[in-house]
């Protein structure tokens, strides 16, 4: 009925000449379905809507989907590519000048060859992102390895979804996101959510949310905030910011102890099950209240609700993920499910909310510093032989293993890296300690940033190359299902931007690598290229062909060949992707913190989003509805640690840490425990919370610890920013 009468609202908004082109959003991992409106007579987007016949989001679009399109014509667009001819002024968005395609490729081949002729190949670096297509994802390794034949690559995936990969892998031998549809979701039983600021971050995920509510069936949420989902939790597991393995470990203590175990599963289909118990004997209510600061009853009561539950869904997000413990969190989470064998059917398993919009397909085919399309293994000399068939090289030309995100920035401040091709991503702002990441960005000889419009990172760029938005290029993207879809062109470049894979195509031909790129022409050959190299390999792309993806709303991963209609759910024949086909239940000892409060930093500090903002904010910061809604970052404070430091609603204070200082506003909130501050993170220059994180690394994923550090508030006397 109400959809009706919206399709009659939007027929009577028609423009005359209008057409629609369905794709999905241009942001996060829900790749929410629109169509964006085209008018014939210009050929350009004037707005969208949202598309009801699309399964995941029916429908549904958040405040940052429905502006998203206002990003094609934005005034701020770069329309030509800028050469920077002011060196004094690096650190700035002055001292660039217009130049041409042709000027900017020479003089990128010209101070690249001399880089790599001077310093060696790995003097180059490459830097991406995964808002880009597979198609693109997968070029911008292709491009380091054989274009560049630099180790140096990685990509903010690293900041995003590196922890969850590394769990997974460990786990079941197999990293996608989700072990089935999102069209499951609401037909569970019970939602375990930890560490998912859920209603900001996926909102279009919220209406199954609220159905499993609705149908009788719970909703415990872990998080040390009370925001929208743990407001309307049976239990929310209000933890410290970094103990959730104490968390993890507990509650597994209670579902071995109570008799949730699932014997036969955890006979048949697992590793590790009576290390585990062994373990978590340790980790009673009592000990893991104290570690976590959760009540005991509270912690019972997940307990039992998990462990009652016929089906349920352990979702979990950054705020696990984002630890020096992160892998350790998502495989402790993880245990739940694989000891009370509530995965592997329908309606029962474990998923992450994949942050960004190809942020599952983008870690898999090749910017991870170890990786190559597939999933394989650089080290893997069979893996390497594959892909080196594919590229038309010889294996002993693939590039070793470089370094993580973090780690290259390392690198340059100690000049080992020189020279940077920086795509799709905007570390100056995103990366965890900057004051580190920026003198590195400013010691470069040269760099080069791609982007259509101009970052903060962009500010320290030798040569800026406009490149286009999503909507005006066209390439598949995996959603946070593992669903692959098609993204679809809606307007022609506008200026003279370009899409990354030309601007790689026409880049390698400037440095002699053209016979390995040259044949790609259109966005489709190199998709054609892409699902070959990604055939065998477990990441198995072969058969997604975008006539599939049309036909059947998008294909689920693994998909072999033509036949092969993909995998919605995994393990449904429980057969894991370790050797023995066995799931891992891992024993996980728990560690605190890297940076634990003390007298001199007693708060602890977590960081994130709001649901106004896109990560770096290098977007939405430029869109005015979002600009107007979320103008400016704030610290979220408890009422009595607010009246503790004698500090007032709106006043600006003195938020540091051992990195660094920054004034914020103080939000009072009693939707933050006492203990904690909070801070979004997508703003830029001085208003940066990464010049105050902790760049301290899981051992494994190499992902920072964003979620938690030491802090301390010190109020201004004048009340005012110094
Ligand atoms: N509006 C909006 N939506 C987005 C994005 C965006 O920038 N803006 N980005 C997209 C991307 S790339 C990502 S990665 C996702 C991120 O999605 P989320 O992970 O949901 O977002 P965050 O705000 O980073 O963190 C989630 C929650 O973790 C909590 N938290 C902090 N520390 C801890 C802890 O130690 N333990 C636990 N259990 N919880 C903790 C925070 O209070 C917060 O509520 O969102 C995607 N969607
Ligand atoms: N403190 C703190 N820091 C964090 C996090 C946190 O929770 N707390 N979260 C981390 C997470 S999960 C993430 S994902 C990272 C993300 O951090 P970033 O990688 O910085 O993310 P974006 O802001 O999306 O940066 C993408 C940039 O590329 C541009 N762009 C978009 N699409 C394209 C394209 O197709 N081609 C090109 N060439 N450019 C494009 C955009 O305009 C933008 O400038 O931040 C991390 N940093
Ligand atoms: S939920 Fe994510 S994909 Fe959907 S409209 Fe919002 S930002 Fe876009
Ligand atoms: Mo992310």
């Not at 020189?418 to 040269?446: E, I, T, W």
């Not at 500090?647 to 938020?655: A, V, Y």
Request: net charge neutral; glycine share 8%; charged share 25%.
């Amino acid at each position: 009925m109400q959809r009706d009468k919206f399709f009659r609202e939007i027929e009577n908004v028609r423009h005359p000449n209008e057409t629609l082109v369905k794709t999905h959003c241009s942001y996060c991992g829900m790749q929410c379905g629109m169509n964006l409106r085209v008018d014939t007579s210009t050929n350009k987007i004037i707005g969208v809507e949202p598309r009801y016949d699309w399964p995941v989001t029916v429908g549904k679009m958040c405040p940052k989907g429905v502006t998203a399109y206002q990003q094609t014509n934005h005034d701020d667009r770069i329309l030509k590519p800028l050469i920077r001819d002011d060196a004094s002024l690096k650190g700035t968005q002055e001292g660039f000048r217009e130049a041409s395609w042709e000027e900017a490729y020479d003089l990128i081949a010209e101070k690249f060859g001399e880089l790599q002729s001077n310093y060696g190949k790995d003097s180059l670096s490459v830097f991406s992102g995964v808002s880009m297509t597979n198609e693109k994802c997968y070029l911008t390794g292709k491009f380091a390895r054989v274009g560049l034949g630099t180790r140096y690559i990685d990509y903010n995936g690293r900041f995003c979804m590196s922890s969850a990969a590394g769990g997974f892998l460990r786990s079941f031998g197999v990293d996608r996101g989700s072990t089935l549809p999102w069209t499951d979701v609401h037909e569970t039983d019970c939602l375990f959510i930890a560490g998912s600021n859920t209603a900001e971050c996926h909102p279009t995920s919220m209406f199954r949310v609220w159905a499993v509510q609705e149908r009788g069936g719970y909703l415990i949420v872990a998080d040390p905030r009370e925001t929208p989902v743990a407001r309307r939790a049976d239990v929310h597991l209000d933890l410290r910011p970094g103990t959730d393995l104490a968390l993890a470990n507990g509650i597994l203590h209670l579902l071995i102890k109570n008799g949730y175990a699932d014997e036969e599963f955890v006979n048949k289909h697992t590793n590790g099950f009576e290390e585990t118990k062994e373990l978590v004997k340790d980790f009673t209510p009592e000990t893991t209240s104290m570690i976590t600061g959760v009540a005991v009853e509270k912690i019972e009561r997940a307990a039992e609700i998990y462990g009652k539950a016929p089906n349920a869904i352990v979702m979990f997000a950054r705020g696990i993920e984002q630890q020096h413990k992160g892998v350790d969190n998502v495989s402790g989470y993880t245990n739940m499910a694989l000891v009370t064998g509530k995965i592997g059917r329908p309606k029962a398993g474990v998923a992450t909310f994949t942050g960004q919009g190809n942020g599952q397909g983008g870690r898999e085919h090749g910017q991870k510093s170890d990786l190559l399309p597939g999933y394989r293994k650089i080290t893997n000399p069979e893996h390497v032989k594959a892909v080196s068939k594919v590229w038309g090289i010889d294996p002993e030309e693939m590039p070793k293993p470089g370094v993580s995100a973090y780690e290259m920035f390392e690198l340059m401040n100690e000049k080992t890296i020189r020279g940077l091709y920086l795509l799709c991503s905007n570390p100056a702002v995103s990366a965890p300690n900057l004051n580190v990441v920026r003198k590195g960005l400013k010691s470069l000889d040269f760099m080069v940033c791609s982007d259509f419009f101009l970052s903060e990172s962009a500010e320290y760029a030798d040569v800026i190359l406009p490149s286009v938005t999503w909507s005006e290029d066209e390439g598949t993207v995996t959603n946070l299902e593992g669903r692959i879809i098609k993204i679809n062109k809606a307007q022609e470049p506008i200026g003279e931007s370009k899409p990354d894979w030309q601007i790689q195509v026409e880049l390698a031909e400037r440095l002699g690598r053209g016979k390995y790129f040259s044949h790609l022409k259109t966005a489709k050959d190199v998709a054609e290229e892409f699902r070959l190299a990604s055939k065998g390999g477990y990441a198995d792309y072969y058969g997604a062909t975008w006539d599939k993806i049309d036909k059947q709303d998008g294909v689920f991963w693994p998909c072999k060949d033509e036949d092969d209609k993909g995998t919605p759910h995994m393990f449904l024949d429980k057969k894991f992707y370790h050797p023995d086909g066995k799931a891992k239940i891992c024993a996980l000892p728990y560690r605190p913190p890297a940076e634990e409060p003390d007298e001199k930093y007693p708060l602890r500090l977590t960081t994130g989003r709001v649901v106004y903002h896109y990560l770096s904010g290098n977007q939405t910061r430029r869109i005015k509805f979002l600009k107007d809604m979320c103008p400016d970052p704030y610290v979220e404070v408890h009422p009595v640690t607010a009246a503790k430091y004698g500090i007032q609603h709106d006043e600006n204070i003195r938020l540091f840490t051992r990195r660094g200082k920054a004034y914020y506003k103080v939000k009072i909130t009693e939707a933050i425990r006492e203990d904690t501050v909070f801070v979004p993170y997508h703003f830029g220059h001085d208003e940066s919370i990464n010049l105050l994180t902790i760049a301290a690394l899981d051992p494994i994923s190499k992902m920072p610890e964003f979620k938690a550090c030491a802090a301390e508030i010190e109020k201004l006397d004048s009340g005012k920013v110094l």
